[in-house]
């Protein structure tokens, strides 16, 4: 239990009726960190959290993604690694308090921020508004997530102590009626602890509702910040509810770091006024798998898997030099209390090379997909006919048509976000944003045309969420005249693909490989594996997959040259190792014992 909870009076939770926060009817500080359980491997909760407490972190907080909770519509999932209950019984057995962030919209650089794609099939939806499409899914949502959080409020004996209504929306915006809805959703579900509301400064305005407490996303800490803040509510205490320790970096771009003592200069000052604060991230993990988000202002740029976030724990749970800094900071705001001992680090491992053995061309696997299907026009990702018709989320989705000479090909900007192009199986150059030409080589007959599309990753924030269709989202032209009848295949590549690949006619590697292509090895691990980091030098852009689980995307461009791989995926023995590389590849595939996230650069 926290300092003097066990004793503590249940009757009043959270509450912010003064200058400062009390609890149970004591002051209270807030020292709050954010880990997310869907980034961090479920066997390491434990070690995060206990690292976190050593810091003398009181408060865990975590968003929740609708998204993965909720993959189609009538299907939820909240066992194994998104088993919210048991992560937060886990805080409190820790002696953690807890701030949760149901959304439904949560950002936090997550695929569409965190919205289901299903959403989108709806072509008039109109996402975090009173749009009745919308409040229905959220509503239906809720009912299944909201009574396993009650009986883990303060109130009844739990851990939580407030919970933030929707993220960031004064900068959205779009609806007067929407918090007040997701306000009522929460308690009339039976919500009943303190209520926050969470925006940068700016938008502070509108972005809050009646009876909940506004909080501050900052970096530095700007007088007026501050004064905004208290102008808009004077009475109340005042919390910064993100102060960002890092930042998230995109393909194409530097690795983002935040230096240590400018880090503790602004913690040292938001402590010296009183205030509350949670630090964003205090361990940022890993987005596994396509469940990046992507940015569009100024240019569309996807993330990249690792959200290391140069935060006090790095990515594989290492103490930074912020973490001691921080540690020692804090422990002047202890009231003399003693922190637990730091845990011990874990081992990490450089393992012997997987050599690729076998290989299966992408056109030998498209038989284990979900269809094929037929369509005289393009139909984007999401309105596809797949997963008992919600469409597809993530990854791949393969366009096939019939051509007849050859010419100007155009993208004409609807394809989301990249798309190889082929001609009879043999590449003819890419689309991407921005680069929306190619030309067809001339030919005899009926030839293929084949556009691998890839959904690099929805835009996580602004106000475009509504326009996040990927795949083809309009007509492709060949001499100005529009593509017609089309073949379709979705590769999601869901781990139950991925299984079902066992079947398929792998070769042994040859001489010159076909790309796009699936590339198997063997990873050894002897005893009780140890976490390592996937480095694939020499292979172009693809995706990682470790006993079929999606590790995540590489791509040469970087910043990020190696992918965080967890000892829990792992067996003792023999892994399967399977590259799906798009362009080139080097048949080996090394395992080595320290992250690479790239050149930093500090954040401007």
């Known amino acids: 239990m926290p300092a003097g909870g066990r004793w503590m009076s249940r009757k009043v939770g959270l509450s912010a009726n003064s200058s400062q926060f009390t609890l149970g009817g004591e002051p209270f500080r807030i020292l709050g960190g954010s880990i997310h359980y869907f980034r961090v491997p479920r066997a390491y909760w434990r070690d995060r959290l206990m690292k976190m407490k050593a810091c003398g972190i009181n408060t865990l907080t975590t968003y929740v ?16 690694q998104l088993d919210l209950e048991a992560y937060i019984n886990l805080a ?57 959080l009650v009986p883990l409020q303060f109130k009844k004996g ?108 602004t913690m040292r000052e938001i402590l010296r006024r009183g205030m509350s604060v949670n630090l964003y991230m205090f361990h940022g993990g890993s987005s596994f798998g396509f469940m990046s988000g992507a940015v ?118 609807n394809v989301r976000d990249r798309a190889l192009v082929f001609v009879d199986r043999s590449y003819i150059g890419l689309f991407k944003r921005r680069s929306l030409e190619l030309a067809v080589p001339d030919g005899k007959g009926k030839r293929t045309l084949s556009l691998l599309v890839e959904n690099c990753g929805r835009v996580h924030q602004g106000r475009d ?42 070769k042994t590697l040859p001489q010159n490989p076909s790309f796009p292509g699936f590339f198997m090895g063997r990873l050894f691990a002897y005893g009780y594996p140890s976490d390592s980091f996937v480095k694939l030098p020499g292979w172009e852009k693809g995706v990682v997959f470790i006993n079929g689980l999606n590790l995540g995307r590489y791509w040469s461009i970087g910043p990020q040259q190696a992918l965080y791989l967890s000892g829990s995926f792992l067996n003792s023995g023999i892994n399967q190792v399977i590259v799906f590389e798009e362009q080139e590849g080097d048949y080996k595939v090394h395992f080595e014992d320290t992250p690479d996230l790239g050149m930093a650069a500090d954040i401007q």
Request: aromatic share 12%; net charge negative; charged share 20%.
């Open 65 to 80: 993604p609708w998204s993965l909770h909720q993959p189609e519509r009538g299907v939820f999932n909240f066992h194994t």
């Open 92 to 148: 409190a057995e820790l002696g953690l308090w807890v701030i949760l962030r149901p959304g439904p919209y949560i950002s936090s650089e997550l695929d569409l921020g965190g919205l289901p794609s299903w959403l989108l099939r709806d072509p008039n939806m109109r996402l975090r508004t009173t749009y009745p499409g919308f409040t229905q899914a959220v509503n239906a949502f809720f009912d299944k997530l909201i009574p396993k």
């Open 158 to 265: 739990g851990p939580i102590i407030a919970v933030q209504v929707e993220n960031e929306y004064g900068s959205f915006a779009k609806d007067e009626g929407y918090m007040l809805f997701i306000k009522e959703a929460l308690q009339s579900r039976g919500i009943s602890e303190l209520l926050l509301t969470s925006d940068i400064h700016s938008a502070l305005k509108s972005g809050g509702v009646e009876g909940a407490v506004r909080t501050v996303k900052l970096q530095k800490l700007n007088q007026r910040d501050i004064q905004d803040l208290n102008a808009i509510q004077p009475n109340g205490p005042s919390m910064v509810m993100d102060y960002w320790t890092g930042w998230f970096d995109v393909w194409g771009d530097l690795h983002h770091v935040l230096p240590p003592e400018d880090m503790v200069s």
């Open 296 to 413: 569009s202002d100024p240019s569309y740029k996807a993330l990249v898997p690792s959200y290391d976030y140069d935060a006090p724990l790095s990515e594989a749970g290492e103490y930074t030099p912020k973490y001691h800094l921080l540690r020692d900071l804090l422990s002047r705001y202890s009231g003399g209390q003693s922190f637990p001992d730091m845990p011990a680090l874990h081992y990490r491992e450089t393992y012997e090379p997987a050599i690729v053995y076998q290989h299966l061309p992408l056109w030998d696997a498209l038989s284990f997909t979900e269809g094929p299907f037929k369509s005289p026009t393009p139909v984007n990702m999401e309105s596809l006919p797949v997963n008992n018709g919600n469409g597809q989320s993530y990854g791949y989705t393969l366009y096939e048509t019939t051509i007849t000479s050859g010419g100007l090909l155009k993208s004409e900007d």
């Open 465 to 506: 969420l509504d326009k996040q269709h990927k795949g083809i989202v309009g007509d492709i032209l060949l001499n100005n005249i529009p593509l017609r009848d089309f073949t379709i295949y979705s590769l999601d590549m869901k781990p139950s693909f991925i299984d079902s690949l066992y079947q398929a006619p792998w």
